[in-house]
């Protein structure tokens, strides 16, 4: 049956990293191993396994889980930055992902000249970049530095800049991760307003946070990750309780 | 095939990615192309000093010969050099969002392509300068040199920037060999001084000479070495080197294999880039 609605889909997926102990970083190194025969044991570390949900368009899902669980992988592969190892992940429509913060940035150019070399990347056309330049630059609000190398930048203003693209991109699939905790008070309040706009217009949103309070403020469904598995996926309320039963400091 | 329908959705982020190159290279300014010109005209200056003043040389038009093949040779090396970085470098990136890292080695060469093109400009403008006047009948076998050039620069580019994800010092290896290479390839001096070596020592082996001549620089030097002209016609390479053609189809093919094996270690590596 095809679904038309359907905006993500993970099946069974799984990611694998290979780490090996000193595993040769130079063609050097590589070499010299070869000559002295260096054995090296190969460890797989699953950062992600057999994880399968599906999202909806205009659904907004939170990711939640402690350090290391495999949350910013998720969103990551959703995004299509990595390539699943097992399984299949389908992504329908234009999707923007904010991973960190700057994304994309090329230091040694200025922020103007980097706003559209940035949107260019999620394939957007020099027109379509220049009619939201102005709506841009407002938004980043850094004042003269937006003429300046973004090297010159402090993490703030590279951090709004950043956000500022991501927001004027007109995606279908918006995946963000803990980028709201960035900023200062004012411009986290701009955020927040922007990320409501995006609500509003029915945006399907794939988010990871720490913070409680913005899941509940924005999510409609929550999946909980630990150790690249999902303990438990469900209504936002159900999920969010169970969690903070868990981890009762929170 | 499935890489050309990602460069053109992508066509956009490719022209950012040249002008990204060419901004950062010339530093914004005409002046900045100029000074990225230093060093191939002092080597060039350098040159004309030590075989017009040092080791004599008889050639006609020495300098406008050198010229060319000193700025096509630089064509070739910047563009491989630059393009065996393009994925190490930006790891970061691939890490963040999603495109086909394939735009990476390609922006390279374009942009090293406008370089050489810009370079070219000054080239004619020595010409009409010195007052040299180019041989046009050999204009298509130069085409024909540039055309096996880049594809053999694409090539390798894909392999090494390739092998650049997993290996930090690819491009330290690369300069040094270029360097080696430079000296191999008729680029400051003619082949034919290479073949009447083998000529007027019959005891030389016959497959040194055909070492020399199937690396495939070696041919493509001489094609653009033809367009200017010399008295005694040394200039020509079918006069100096009757296998001349033969060794430039070897150079094609040569050029289309590194291409292709190119491409499919770049196909098949680029999937866990991200991952390093």
Not at chain 1, 60 to 77: A, E, M, Q, Y
């Amino acid at each position: 049956m095809v679904n038309n609605n359907l905006a993500i889909k993970l099946e069974q997926v799984g990611l694998r990293f290979h780490f090996r102990q000193n595993r040769p970083t130079t063609l050097k190194e590589a070499a010299m191993h070869k000559i002295r025969r260096v054995q090296s044991e190969e460890h797989i570390f699953w950062a992600l396994r057999d994880v399968s949900f599906e999202v909806q368009h205009g659904e907004r899902l939170g990711l939640i889980g402690p350090n290391g669980s495999g949350k910013t992988t998720l969103l990551s592969l959703a995004a299509g930055v990595y390539r699943p190892d097992e399984g299949k992940v389908t992504a329908r429509g234009r999707t923007v992902a904010l991973l960190g913060l700057g994304v994309g940035f090329d230091l040694e150019m200025t922020g103007l000249e980097n706003i559209p070399f940035n949107a260019a990347l999620y394939g957007l056309s020099s027109k379509e970049i220049a009619k939201h330049l102005d709506d841009i630059i407002a938004f980043a609000d850094i004042g003269e530095f937006i003429s300046q190398p973004v090297k010159t930048y402090s993490s703030g203003m590279v951090a709004r800049l950043g956000f500022a693209v991501a927001a004027h991109i007109d995606a279908d699939i918006i995946l963000l991760d803990e980028v709201i905790a960035v900023g200062d008070s004012q411009f986290q309040h701009k955020c927040k307003a922007r990320m409501q706009r995006l609500c509003d217009e029915n945006k399907t949103l794939l988010l990871v946070s720490h913070s409680m309070e913005a899941i509940r403020s924005m999510c409609h469904r929550v999946i909980w990750l630990e150790h690249g598995h999902i303990v438990a996926a469900g209504p936002m309320p159900e999920v969010v309780k169970a969690y903070k039963e868990k981890y009762a400091d929170d | 095939m499935g890489a050309i329908t990602e460069i053109i959705e992508y066509r956009f982020a490719l022209r950012n990615f040249v002008m990204r190159d060419l901004t950062v290279r010339y530093k914004r300014s005409f002046f900045g192309f100029l000074w990225s010109l230093l060093n191939p005209l002092l080597m060039i200056l350098t040159f004309i000093v030590v075989f017009k003043y040092i080791f004599v040389t008889d050639e006609k038009n020495y300098s406008a010969k050198l010229f060319t093949t000193i700025l096509a040779w630089r064509f070739f090396n910047q563009a491989v050099m630059d393009g065996s970085a393009t994925v190490g470098s930006r790891l970061g990136l691939l890490k963040q969002v999603r495109f086909p890292p394939i735009l990476l080695p390609l922006s390279s060469l374009i942009a090293n392509f406008i370089d050489f093109l810009l370079a070219i400009c000054l080239l004619v403008a020595y010409f009409i300068a010195v007052r040299v006047t180019v041989e046009w009948h050999y204009l298509l076998l130069v085409l024909v040199a540039l055309v096996i050039q880049i594809l053999f620069t694409f090539g390798l580019s894909l392999m090494l920037a390739s092998l650049s994800a997993f290996y930090s010092d690819v491009q330290f290896l690369v300069g040094n060999l270029f360097q080696m290479w430079f000296f191999m390839t008729p680029v400051f001096y003619s082949a034919s001084l290479v073949l009447n070596k083998f000529n007027n020592d019959p005891t030389l082996p016959v497959q040194y000479k055909h070492l020399y001549f199937l690396n495939p620089m070696a041919p493509v030097m001489m094609a653009y070495r033809s367009i200017v002209p010399d008295e005694k016609n040394v200039h020509i390479p079918t006069v100096i080197f009757p296998e001349y053609y033969t060794f430039l189809g070897l150079a094609a093919i040569t050029a289309v294999i590194t291409f292709i094996i190119g491409l499919i270690l770049f196909r098949r590596l680029e999937p866990v880039f991200a991952k390093q």
